[in-house]
């Protein structure tokens, strides 16, 4: 079975790689895609957003790397022969975010949504606040690092742009 892990993934945290990793081992097929969210402001280039989901999925064989930023998620996923949607959620508010797309979702292509609930440990993960983090240099660069995958960092010079 194929699986859908959409994100803005902006940039890619650890908690979007454990999220990753585990749907990795429960579908036959991940394809993880840089979704366009409206609400959203993007940071980094999708370009740059691929390649770090590339080394964020470098070692989990059965995950693919994709965008879509035009059309519905559900349009993506009737084009790629996908019937289920991943989403990582660290608490009640993303839960509360996330059902009415699910429902939704289902109602228009009868697309599933998978929900894995967030490790403890990354739970206060978000890639806003690692990102406003860094812009402020709040904490040395080596604290945030600790928080994007393995290999990543956010240099000084990466601030982001809008796409």
């Given at each position: 079975?194929?699986?859908?892990?959409p994100?803005?993934?902006?940039?890619?945290?650890?908690?979007?790689?454990?999220?990753?990793?585990?749907?990795?081992?429960l579908?036959?097929?991940?394809?993880?895609?840089?979704?366009?969210?409206s609400?959203?402001?993007?940071?980094?280039?999708?370009?740059?957003?691929?390649?770090?989901?590339?080394?964020?999925?470098?070692?989990?064989?059965?995950?693919?790397?994709?965008?879509?930023?035009?059309?519905?998620?559900?349009?993506?996923?009737?084009?790629?022969?996908?019937?289920?949607?991943?989403?990582?959620?660290?608490?009640?508010?993303?839960?509360?975010?996330?059902?009415?797309?699910?429902?939704?979702?289902?109602?228009?292509?009868?697309?599933?949504?998978?929900?894995?609930?967030?490790?403890?440990?990354?739970?206060?993960?978000?890639?806003?606040?690692?990102?406003?983090?860094?812009?402020?240099?709040?904490?040395?660069?080596?604290?945030?690092?600790?928080?994007?995958?393995?290999?990543?960092?956010?240099?000084?010079?990466?601030?982001?742009?809008?796409?």
């Amino acid at each position: 079975m194929r699986a859908l892990f959409p994100g803005s993934f902006d940039p890619v945290t650890q908690g979007h790689q454990d999220v990753l990793r585990r749907a990795a081992l429960l579908f036959d097929e991940v394809v993880v895609c840089v979704m366009f969210n409206s609400n959203k402001t993007g940071r980094f280039p999708i370009s740059e957003r691929l390649d770090r989901l590339r080394t964020a999925a470098g070692d989990l064989g059965n995950v693919t790397v994709d965008s879509h930023t035009g059309g519905l998620l559900v349009d993506y996923c009737r084009r790629a022969g996908i019937d289920v949607v991943i989403r990582g959620v660290r608490g009640v508010a993303d839960l509360d975010y996330e059902m009415p797309m699910a429902r939704m979702n289902h109602e228009l292509a009868g697309v599933d949504t998978f929900f894995i609930a967030a490790d403890p440990a990354l739970a206060h993960i978000s890639s806003t606040l690692v990102t406003t983090v860094k812009q402020q240099d709040r904490v040395p660069n080596d604290g945030v690092s600790e928080l994007l995958p393995v290999g990543e960092n956010l240099s000084k010079d990466d601030k982001g742009g809008d796409e």
